[in-house]
């Protein structure tokens, strides 16, 4: 089964306090930061669109790429009821094709983290490239090597809310900075009952040093690193959670 088959409905219970805005914000001052006029956009693992639907809030012409049919199916029906014009394109990121002249390449919320092997990043970073445009940029995020191995794995998550709740625990791999995620999650009925659901992710992160030279071997030239939202500076200090990284063609 798919990741997300039976989490994407209630996916954005699950995700109601995450920083979607945040994740807008830094892209425009990046955007301007880098001088990228052009506004077509491409969001690569969009999910159900949230972070999507508000960069088209935003004045870009953007295109959502998932390889969940189901998460597709949540975006395209809040497009609908929000009465935007959001183009939606299930594929999985590493075989991105079909895009050329982009200006803005985004894959937010640690979907890198889904490509767990190195030829895929190299794949990934090689695709995007192709598909942007001279000056276009490149944006993405991973959780920082060190969160990983002392706040995420071999730890276990849990809330309760109204109709939802969830058990999530985070196992170590036999790899640095690999995951393996068990998430049991049970959702209220109309009939008051509750049904059980379990879903496996698989996710791993790298040194950032991998995804500089991985970029660098696409073609990439100007490649620089942010932490945790903040466009001032660079530092990537040890307790950081969220690493940006930034790649211009």
């Known amino acids: 089964m798919e990741a997300y088959q039976n989490l994407a ?3 954005d219970q699950f995700m109601q306090h995450a920083p979607y805005d945040e994740w807008v914000s830094f892209t425009k001052k990046m955007v301007d930061y880098y001088n990228v006029s052009g506004k077509r956009m491409i969001d690569l693992g969009c999910g159900t669109g949230e972070i999507t639907l508000r960069l088209s809030d935003s004045g870009f012409d953007v295109t959502g790429v998932d390889v969940s049919e189901t998460m597709l199916a949540e ?19 590493r075989n991105l094709q079909g895009f050329e002249d982009i200006d803005v390449c985004v894959s937010y919320c640690d979907v890198m983290n889904y490509v767990t092997e190195k030829k895929g990043i ?27 191995t002392e706040q995420l794995v ?22 640095e900075g690999e995951m393996h995620h068990f998430i049991t999650f049970f959702v209220r009925k109309q009939n008051g009952q509750y049904e059980r659901y379990d879903e496996y992710h698989y996710q791993q992160t790298f040194a950032i040093d991998l995804y500089a ?12 690193f942010y932490a945790d939202f ?20």
Request: proline share 1%; hydrophobic share 35%; charged share 25%.
């Open 154 to 175: 071999d730890q276990r998550f849990s809330d309760v809310m109204d109709d939802l709740a969830y058990i999530w625990e985070c196992e170590a791999g036999a790899k």
């Open 75 to 93: 975006a395209n029906q809040k497009a609908v009821q929000q009465k935007k014009h959001v183009f939606w394109v299930q594929q999985d990121i």
């Open 9 to 11: 409905t209630v996916y």
């Open 230 to 249: 903040n466009t001032e500076n660079h530092e990537i200090d040890q307790d950081k959670q969220r690493i940006f990284v930034l790649a211009q063609k």
């Open 122 to 148: 190299e794949t990934v970073c090689q695709n995007v490239y192709r598909s942007l445009q001279k000056d276009g940029l490149f944006i993405f995020d991973v959780h920082h090597l060190p969160y990983v």
């Open 213 to 224: 030279s991985t970029l660098k071997k696409a073609g990439f030239t100007k490649i620089e």
